[in-house]
């Protein structure tokens, strides 16, 4: 300690005051012209700092004028500043940041009337200002509210003093109209006669009509947050700092309490919350409604209609003369569903597929799912020429209507804007649509009530898509699949070309050692190519024919394309078997409900061995061993395959199968995430066969079902169970377990050379994270191997995009996991 006690606890009380000095407004230096107005501060407004030390009777008298309470803006003649020479009150009010003038959007010009302070061109100064028409708020609270004068005689006050005093009462959203008068007597002073309109006042709300929006929700709409007002939860503390202007601080120091009081001189910057209609923590206060009830109710619904999507949302609302407002709101409902420019029996099976009917509350997502569902069950037609939904054509106002008793009524007024020209596309617009199977316009309109659904038929359309192969016996061999669809506008038959090529590029040196003519007939290019029929008055999704030759797999059931692709490149790890096959197929696809089809399909192939090249082109392990590709039964063989499957989550008319089709593999696509609704789906097959050329026969018969079972809204239970079994298989169709989506922990085909195999999984998840335990055994040798376990973790991105980590669980455990970052589900 440098100094006694006490002389501490004076110095810093006089730092404390000195803060407060500096923190208030510097006077003008310089002199002010003699006829400059001036606006004072309201009556009764301190507009100094003090320090206030109750008990402390040993210090020096704190109270003196020139003890540690300097006045800030004082005149002259120690006058407060109520008092204040006009130029001081104009200095203070030059300094003072313009009251609710943080609000660029306020329809202030709607509200404020023309001021006009000269009469015969003989400029008047109003000495005096008089509030007319207040009914809710009183007259003290209004000047305090703007920094008007108090009520009688004042200084002189200039044009800028008034149209800023004016401007304050027009931004304060608290009045629908403000119109000054300027009263001139004989020989009385100039008076300054402000009529005031309130914004009606609510004491009470009863929302009716909402179905599906909670009213508390929609309330906040109409009833926002004033400005400058704290949300729910903030706290309450400082209140009168945002009323009143004062800031309060309290300092103890040895049992003895120091009090400084900051005042600020300025009006609010916005008025209190208490004054306005709100929502308090769920709670509705009473109040005047914020920029008036019309405007509240327009913009609530405009949000009822641009955030939450109801187009057709109308409201009526009726305050009574005590304040009780009754809000009715129709959620709006179609009238009709119209389908110009296709025929009357078409148009039923368009407003079919929509899902929309009269009666019907009309959202925009419905509009957008309807487009989904009319392209996915009628894909032969699409959308045209309208101008959508997210055009603006539709403007509304809320009306207000003034009955003698007081009462108010409003209602919706909606004006439609004229139909805007469409510009004519481009002319090599058609010919680029062919490569965009995605482009698609709404072609949906609202005239009224009605909703206007514009179809066309579907021009020819053709999808292309990149194949980045990459294998253990091909190297990068880079393709392209397409396919180009031919649509008849009446719905009887569908015809689909498609084809497909890759071709194995000679990099990194790769080749089969000792066998150059091998090497050359591994590097032939992959082809294939195929025509189908969709006939929907037969229930066939599919009948046709297709010629190949490629190197295939028939472990697309284990790992996606991508995904076997990716690893093959990074880590030398396909983690599939491949052969060459030639030969044609034909087949039909029977699909009788959206979620059932069967079908049946004829083979006629050649089977050949592929071996891994080397050294494997690989971005890492470049010096590992090539990853082994296991032989096949080579030869020409004959077989049919009989398949059923189910898809719970199948869409109407999607389309079905695929160039790359195999009997372990859906016909169905897969759709999308994971729902939070139960899904099932599952497949048989059965494939019959024989090896021309030799007499034994062979039989495979594969089960595959997963059942989705949610648990709650963010986690859920998926369940696996796969069987298979056959007899006198070749090796290529022999099964195996071991490797990712086939025993997970396991090394790819650990247990192979198998008749039958059984493999179960489940996953639970919780959002993105899962857990997850398979279990299998392969039938080999006429005996069933030890049941397998392999346990993991995984997290997700998405349903597909996911990160697994799994352990086995058998006598070759280890503490570190096998992991994979994957990109498809195979089921």
């Not at 009323?243 to 910057?269: D, K, Q, W, Y």
């Not at 187009?311 to 009715?328: I, M, Q, R, Y």
């Not at 009238?335 to 025929?343: F, L, R, S, T």
């Not at 009319?374 to 209507?401: A, H, W, Y």
Request: proline share 7%.
């Amino acid at each position: 300690m440098l100094l006694h006690p006490r002389m501490n606890r004076i110095v810093l009380c006089l730092c404390f005051v000195s803060l407060a000095a500096f923190a208030q407004p510097a006077r003008d230096a310089g002199t002010l012209p003699p006829d400059a107005g001036a606006l004072t501060a309201p009556s009764g407004t301190r507009t100094h700092s003090q320090v206030e030390t109750p008990g402390d009777d040993d210090g020096p008298d704190d109270d003196g004028p020139d003890h540690g309470s300097p006045r800030v803006g004082a005149s002259d003649d120690g006058s407060p500043d109520g008092d204040a020479s006009d130029g001081r009150a104009s200095s203070r009010r030059e300094v003072c940041p313009g009251g609710f003038d943080d609000d660029e959007d306020s329809d202030t010009a709607s509200v404020l009337a023309p001021l006009r302070l000269d009469v015969d061109g003989k400029g008047l100064a109003p000495t005096a200002l008089e509030l007319v028409g207040l009914r809710h708020l009183t007259d003290a609270q209004v000047r305090s509210l703007v920094g008007a004068p108090a009520a009688g005689p004042t200084p002189p006050m200039s044009p800028d003093d008034v149209q800023t005093l004016l401007r304050r009462l027009a931004r304060t959203g608290l009045f629908a109209h403000v119109e000054p008068r300027l009263r001139v007597s004989e020989q009385g002073p100039a008076l300054l006669e402000v009529t005031l309109e309130e914004h009606p006042a609510v004491t009470s709300v009863d929302v009716q009509g909402l179905q599906d929006l909670p009213p508390d929700e929609w309330l906040e709409a109409l009833f926002p947050q004033p400005p400058g007002s704290y949300q729910d939860g903030d706290e309450d503390e400082d209140d009168d700092e945002h009323e009143h202007g004062e800031v309060v601080a309290t300092v103890r120091i040895h049992g003895r309490t120091a009090t400084l009081s900051v005042i600020n001189p300025c009006p609010p910057l916005h008025p209190p919350r208490e004054l306005f209609a709100r929502l308090e923590r769920g709670k509705f206060r009473p109040g005047i409604v914020l920029g008036g009830l019309d405007a509240a109710l327009e913009r609530a619904l405009k949000d009822l209609r641009d955030d939450d999507g109801y187009l057709l949302a109308t409201l009526s609302a009726t305050l009574s003369h005590e304040g009780a407002l009754v809000v009715t709101v129709d959620e709006g409902r179609l009238e009709a569903v119209d389908v110009p420019g296709v025929e009357p029996e078409m148009a039923a099976r368009v407003r079919e597929a929509l899902g929309l009917a009269p009666g019907d509350v009309f959202l925009r997502s419905d509009a957008r799912r309807a487009v989904e569902r009319l392209e996915s069950q009628l894909p032969f037609l699409r959308t045209v020429d309208g101008e959508g939904l997210g055009e603006e054509r539709r403007s509304v106002r809320i009306i207000e209507e003034r009955e003698a008793q007081g009462t108010r009524r409003y209602r919706t007024q909606e004006q439609e804007r004229p139909s805007r020209h469409r510009e004519p596309k481009e002319p090599g617009s058609v010919w680029r649509s062919l490569f965009s199977r995605h482009e698609r316009e709404e072609g949906i309109t609202l005239e009224g009530r009605r909703l206007v659904v514009h179809v066309r038929p579907r021009r020819p359309d053709l999808s292309m898509e990149l194949l980045p192969v990459h294998t253990q016996v091909t190297g990068f061999a880079p393709g392209l699949a397409a396919d180009l669809r031919f649509w008849d506008p009446k719905d009887r038959v569908h015809a689909t070309l498609d084809a497909a090529f890759f071709v194995p590029l000679r990099l990194g040196g790769q080749r089969l050692p000792d066998d150059p003519e091998g090497t050359r007939r591994q590097r032939r290019v992959s082809l294939l190519g195929g025509a189908k029929l969709h006939v929907p008055a037969l229930g066939l999704a599919e009948v046709g024919a297709q010629v190949h030759d490629f190197t295939d797999t028939l472990d697309r059931w284990r790992l996606g394309d991508i995904d076997s692709y990716v690893y093959s490149f990074l880590i030398n790890r396909p983690d599939r078997d491949y052969f060459r096959r030639k030969g044609f197929a034909a087949f039909a696809t029977w699909r009788w409900a959206r979620s059932w089809l069967a079908g049946a399909e004829f083979h006629d192939d050649t089977y050949e061995s592929l071996q891994a090249f080397t050294p494997p082109l690989s971005l890492f392990r470049r010096d590992s061993p090539a990853f082994p590709n296991a032989p096949v039964s080579e030869g020409r063989f004959h077989s049919v395959v009989l398949r059923a499957e189910y898809d719970s989550k199948a869409k109407p008319g999607s389309p079905v199968g695929s160039l790359f089709r195999t009997p372990e593999t859906s016909l169905f696509r897969r759709e999308g995430d994971r729902t939070r609704e139960p899904a099932l789906r599952g497949l048989v097959t059965l494939e019959v066969g024989q090896q021309v050329g030799v007499d034994t026969r062979f039989w495979k018969l594969v089960g595959d079902a997963v059942l989705d079972l949610p648990v709650n809204w963010h986690s859920g239970l998926s369940v696996r169970l796969r069987v298979a079994g056959g007899e006198d298989l070749p090796l290529q169709k022999q099964e195996a377990l071991g490797g990712w989506s086939t025993l997970r922990g396991f090394g790819f085909k650990d247990f192979r050379g198998g008749d039958a195999s059984v493999l179960g999984s489940a996953e639970y998840r919780w959002q993105a994270f899962g857990i997850f335990a398979d279990l299998g055994s392969v039938h080999a040798a006429s005996d069933w191997t030890d049941p397998r376990l392999g346990l993991g973790a995984s997290f997700h991105f998405s349903d597909a995009v996911r990160v697994e980590a799994a352990w086995r669980t058998d006598e070759k455990a280890r503490t570190t996991p096998e992991a994979r970052l994957l990109f498809v589900r195979t089921f």
